[in-house]
């Protein structure tokens, strides 16, 4: 049939039941991109003779004589439609996956619609960005860091309350530069992982468990095979024998080894049981459903409270506790802390007040909206190349190197734009199977997840179950702290011992408690896996301490901003947990005071939205404080290059990923200032372990205040050595020379930097090794408005204050801080993977599982405190993780100030909250 | 996404061609559900857009509205013939999870028959007392009540083989006065619960009609408008409220009773 894209005319058939979403990437136009596949997320979207459509749910065959338009077909890089530019200009993308629909979406709108956003937007989802920027792009305003409107003139504001400062030729540094790909991810011409046309590319699909517990006793793959098209069918048989974990770190010791890449034993629903290869995805499906098992099932777990208890089927009762480092794997218990500072038996003795209460949090998925995804194939050099959508394309590197028994040198592994992460991707999921699929068939194999994989069989944030109890004296300084953790890490163990250590750590030292004391499990059930997720634990334990300090400022009858002023730990104080935290920690550039009082007088001066008339509606306000390290502990490692090239550019090499962190931006503003140059010179080769020599990886918010301080120790020594060059070009002292945006300049004298540097080029490389740690502080409030007979909860008031040290750029900081709230107001309200106690997860699709849209998130007010890291670069500190932590608790105590009753557990659903006040 | 089992797509553009309907062969009218869900299945898909059928038909017994007509189309219906009833074919458009990009394909029977409970046109056609006019498989043609032809989460009335052809919606009932309330579990979210008053215009006679919250529809029927604590009653009689991801069963009984209410005052006010 024949049709047009972006008015190139295409000759070509579309398969029966195919969509117009693949028919059209088929056409290798890679700007429409998969979010869901089922019309939920509209990512793909397209106009179909100017009407939008999203083409994953639109029969491909009906678009036969029809014009189709991407984003691509609106504008192109130096040639922008109006909208792309607004998205360009407003900041308004973080990993940019939704954006090619977002803007197709956006250009049919006129005047008239603008007043109409939340309903004409409700199927376009950011998990990013908040959607306050893109907002104002379609809408055309900017508003200042509190939401005022300004002057249309002020066409690049820097929303900040700290006075941003501009160091004379580093002028780049604290202003907000848009990230170096804007042009080319509002067009959708920035190639996200599987954005790229593979010559004889096959494609992988897997046959997953009907059981969440059960043991392969027969599997018949004959007729599977037999299938024309199928290269190969994978089951434990070709798996390499070596145990690993799916959770990368540093320290690949930090996470227990209980995985195969196929295993005889399969221990949640869904996990793989076999694996097919075929030249479609459609061929490897139906062999699939020829494959023939036969299971001898297990009995199965489901409740952590049940699973540690004697009698309880042991999930992992064949791994050796010690070699794969779980506790006891006869009792399912992979981890477990417990630990006393103090007394607290006497520090409860000696309290006036005590609170107690038990807290639940809930399964989250990440929804980052481009699924796990691999493409691997074998290089001219026999080597293994793998392209994926990774947080950690260097710890997968050596982890695959480990089970197939390959040197590095063999094995490349690298990124493209990553379509969002929040910690979803520090895991393999995907690179392994391809691994053994590409050395099994010597093919290009690619492996994508769908989004019901995403929900049903991607790990998802630990649930956790956490009981504070308090003790504080007559005036509420506390006495005694009692935190008792338990933690469902699901049927394989990956990110459990790490995040229930961390959950632990920062929430319980924040507090200066002369007692203290932390009983913490985290053990194996039947239920999909749990990973990590942004804040590592740590929000889920912040939940329950920040809701009970709440409840001892009622019952101490102390306003809560003075409750935390009392008991918070100040520059003075020891970190402790249960005992004295690692002197790797500092409390620099602390702003904790700050934040606190911030937040305060933003709540206190009120803003002009008020509550809906009606006695129903009941207003409270409510905060809660967060704390935590800049980076992981024991190590996160990033050594960089930076090379002025013969053409007059500048190239860093940096491992570290973006998938909308905004690295790529830093870095580029970091470099640039060292060099003296403007940042459109700067170019960055990322996330590839050709490309840089290495990085830990772009998880604990590592990567401004690690690959970031390593890029500008970098370039800061290339700057040094050109100088040195130039001196000894002139025989002139290296003093005498300064940098100017590609020129060496002394007096009237100027030399070029590429002749000076000559065809070859001149590297520098520095190293960082995350050896201290600096501590960030965030404080919410929330003045919220509660429906007492519908139960919901509509937010007045919104306001975040955020230790960041030094800001690097201000547009892109306050993003991060408004994209962390708004997946943090997901996690507190609506967002919930519901199981049905026995394994298998109900809400398999997006529109099950609700992410805030526009309509459902306020606009936050976002403050910066003035501090200065004595660590990070130019004084920063990260801040991705961090802006997640203190929203939910805040929430919920405002919630309890309005109706006087506690939720215990999230989401604060409409429901559970009607159901709160009902007794 | 792609229906990779999908092998034959039938263009439908006479009755007859229905027959092909069966076992694996499927009717396709937006495809804004079918491609939306896998199912291995499905091989043949009719497409029924083929037939061309005229969207909407306004006559002196009332609307018809073809099974094939988009919501975007309904949206769109003008407001030229002074139906008192007119804002409830927007307001029940809006009640759809899908935006407006959906409306543009999605259609009003495809809605219907997809039979979730929280499927807008069932509330509207239902609220409407409208009739559904079905092309049996066996060549004869059925009408029932849309309110009786989604009989639970994802089921109807309909047999393997029949194709709504068509809603009607009587004059009598376009010039209904009508009250709408829809809650979810967030701001404009999948519907917890839809809840429509209808206000006869010959006798007076009021109609709720209580959607999304329950597995079909339900309806309860008063001379008048009801007292409150009548209304009240009526709808706590209701048996088949349930649990999902977009709300639980007690809480979706008890924001009907209260959306029920506030139809019940506005209808009130409305008829002073």
Request: glycine share 8%; aromatic share 6%.
């Amino acid at each position: 049939m024949t049709f047009s894209i972006n008015g190139e005319t295409f000759d070509s058939e579309p398969r029966a039941g195919q969509s117009l979403r693949t028919f059209i990437r088929d056409q290798q136009h890679f700007e429409v991109k998969k979010g869901c596949d089922t019309g939920d997320c509209g990512a793909c979207s397209v106009l179909i003779d100017g009407t939008p459509v999203h083409s994953c749910v639109y029969p491909a065959f009906r678009a036969e004589g029809k014009d189709v338009t991407t984003a691509s077909g609106l504008g192109m890089p130096g040639d922008l439609s109006d909208v792309q530019q607004r998205f360009v200009d407003h900041a308004a993308f973080q990993c940019g996956f939704c954006t090619a629909g977002m803007v197709v979406t956006a250009s049919t709108f006129d005047d008239d619609d603008l007043a109409e956003l939340p309903r004409l937007l409700k199927s376009n989802l950011c998990r990013c960005t908040g959607y306050r920027a893109i907002h104002e792009a379609i809408d055309h305003v900017h508003t200042d860091s509190c939401g005022v409107e300004l002057e249309p003139s002020a066409a690049a504001p820097e929303p900040h309350t700290t006075p941003v400062i501009k160091t004379g030729p580093r002028a780049s540094i604290g202003t907000s530069v848009a990230a170096p790909a804007s042009e080319r991810v509002v067009s959708g011409q920035e190639p996200f992982t599987l954005d790229v046309a593979v010559a004889g590319l096959l494609h992988l699909v897997v046959l997953s468990s009907p059981h969440a517990h059960a043991r392969i006793t027969a599997i018949d793959t004959r007729r599977a095979c037999a299938l024309p098209g199928v290269h190969a069918v994978l089951t434990h048989e070709h798996s390499p024998d070596t145990l690993f974990s799916t959770a990368r770190h540093e320290s690949r010791l930090d996470d227990p080894d209980d995985t195969l890449v196929l295993d005889s034993v399969v221990r949640y629903r869904g996990q793989r049981v076999a694996a097919v290869v075929a030249d479609s995805v459609g061929i490897a499906e139906a062999a699939a459903r020829l494959i023939e098992v036969d299971y001898e099932v297990l009995p199965a777990v489901f409740d952590p409270h049940l699973s540690t208890l004697e009698g309880a089927p042991s999930i992992h009762g064949d791994k050796n506790g010690t070699t794969s480092r779980i506790v006891d794997p006869q009792h399912n218990l992979v981890a477990e802390l417990h630990g006393e500072y103090g007394d607290v038996a006497t520090g409860f003795s000696e309290a006036a007040h005590t609170v107690t209460g038990t807290w639940q949090t809930q399964r989250v998925a990440h929804t980052h909206l481009e699924t796990h995804a691999t493409i691997g194939w074998l290089d001219d050099d026999d080597r293994l190349v793998l392209r994926t959508s990774s947080q950690v394309p260097f710890l997968v590197q050596t982890e695959i190197c480990r089970l197939f028994d390959r040197d590095p040198s063999t094995v490349r592994v690298f990124t493209a734009r990553v379509g969002g992460g929040f910690g979803g991707k520090q895991e393999i999921l995907t690179e392994d199977i391809v691994s053994l699929a590409v050395l099994v068939t010597g093919r290009s194999v690619q492996y994508e997840f769908t989004r019901e994989d995403e929900f049903t069989i991607s790990p998802t944030r630990h649930p956790m179950e956490v009981e504070v109890t308090l003790g504080a004296d007559e005036g509420g300084l506390l006495t005694a702290m009692k935190v008792e953790l338990l933690s469902d890490t699901g049927a394989y163990g990956n990110h459990g011992p790490g995040t229930m250590y961390h959950s632990c750590s920062e929430s319980v030292s924040l507090y200066t408690v002369p007692n203290k004391r932390v009983d913490a499990r985290c053990v194996y059930t039947n239920n999909v896996p749990s990973g990590a997720f942004r804040g590592y634990g740590l929000g889920q334990v912040i939940f329950a301490i920040e809701s009970a300090l709440d409840d001892l400022a009622r019952v101490v009858g102390i306003d809560p901003f003075e409750l935390r002023r009392l008991n918070s730990v100040t520059p003075s104080d020891p970190l402790i947990v249960t005992h004295v935290e690692g002197d790797d920690l500092i409390l620099g550039g602390y702003g904790l005071d700050q934040c606190i009082d911030l937040a305060e007088k933003a709540l206190a001066r009120g803003n002009s939205t008020v509550a809906p008339s009606g006695a129903e509606w009941r207003v409270g306000q409510g905060m809660a404080s967060s704390m935590i390290a800049t980076m992981p502990p024991r190590g996160h490692f990033s050594e960089v290059t930076v090379t002025a090239d013969a053409d007059g550019g500048y190239t860093v090499g940096v491992g570290t990923a973006e998938f909308g962190n905004g690295t790529t931006t830093v870095h580029t503003q970091l470099a640039a200032s060292a060099l003296s140059t403007s940042p459109t010179r700067i170019r960055v080769r990322q996330s590839d372990t050709d490309a840089a020599r290495y990085d830990t990886g772009a998880f604990g918010s590592a990567g401004t205040v690690v690959a970031g301080k390593a890029v500008l120790a970098a370039a800061e020594s290339l700057a040094r050595e050109l100088r040195q060059l130039a001196s000894e070009h002139t025989q002139t002292a290296p003093d005498a020379w300064t940098l100017d945006d590609g020129t060496l300049v002394s007096g009237d004298r100027r030399l070029s930097v590429a002749e000076l540097v000559g065809p070859e080029g001149l590297t520098a490389t520095a190293n960082e090794d995350g050896a201290r740690r600096s501590i960030a502080f965030n404080v919410h409030a929330f003045r919220v408005a509660v429906n007492t007979l519908t139960g919901e909860v509509l937010v007045l008031q919104s306001i975040q204050t955020a230790d960041a040290g030094f800001v690097l750029n201000p547009a892109q900081l306050r993003g991060q801080i408004e994209g962390g709230v708004a997946q943090a107001i997901g996690t507190a309200l609506y967002e919930e993977i519901i199981n049905d106690g026995e394994g298998t997860v109900l809400t398999t699709v997006l529109r099950n599982y609700h992410i805030p849209q526009l309509s459902d998130l306020p606009v936050t007010e976002v403050y910066f405190a003035d501090t200065r890291d004595p660590l990070g670069p130019f004084g920063a500190k990260s801040m991705s993780e961090a802006p997640y932590n203190p929203v939910a608790p805040a929430l919920a105590n405002a919630i309890t100030d309005a109706i006087g009753r506690r939720p215990m557990e999230l989401p604060m659903s409409r429901d559970r909250i009607w159901r709160l006040l009902q007794d | 996404m792609d229906l990779n089992t999908v092998n034959r797509v039938v263009p439908a553009r006479s009755r007859a061609d229905l027959r092909e309907l069966g076992k694996g062969a499927v009717p396709l009218a937006g495809g804004s559900v079918l491609f939306a869900e896998p199912d291995p299945q499905i091989h043949t898909l009719v497409d029924l857009q083929t037939f061309g059928w005229a969207p909407f038909e306004v006559t002196e017994k009332g609307l018809e509205v073809a099974a094939t007509a988009t919501l975007a189309e309904l949206s769109r219906l003008p407001d030229d013939r002074g139906w008192r009833a007119y804002p409830l074919f927007s307001q029940c458009c809006t009640a759809l999870f899908g935006s407006f990009k959906v409306w543009n394909v999605a259609t009003v029977g495809g809605n219907i028959c997809t039979a979730l409970p929280a499927g807008p046109m069932t509330s509207l056609f239902s609220a409407l007392d409208a009739e559904a006019l079905i092309w049996k498989g066996d060549g004869s043609d059925l009408r029932v009540p849309v309110s009786e032809l989604v009989t639970g989460n994802t089921t109807t009335s309909l047999d393997s083989g029949d194709v709504l052809r068509s809603l009607h919606v009587s004059t009598r009932s376009l010039g209904s006065r009508t009250a709408y309330r829809k809650i979810a579990l967030s701001a404009i979210g999948r519907s917890g619960a839809v809840v429509i008053g209808r206000l006869d215009p010959v006798d007076g006679s009021f109609v709720l009609t209580v959607s999304a919250a329950t597995v079909h529809p339900e309806q309860r029927r008063f001379a008048g408008l009801p007292t409150a604590s009548e209304l009240r009653a009526a709808i706590e009689s209701i048996d088949s409220w349930f649990t999902d991801a977009h709300g639980a069963a007690d809480w979706r009984r008890a924001v009907s009773v209260v959306l029920g209410e506030e139809i019940r005052l506005e209808l009130t006010e409305a008829s002073r």
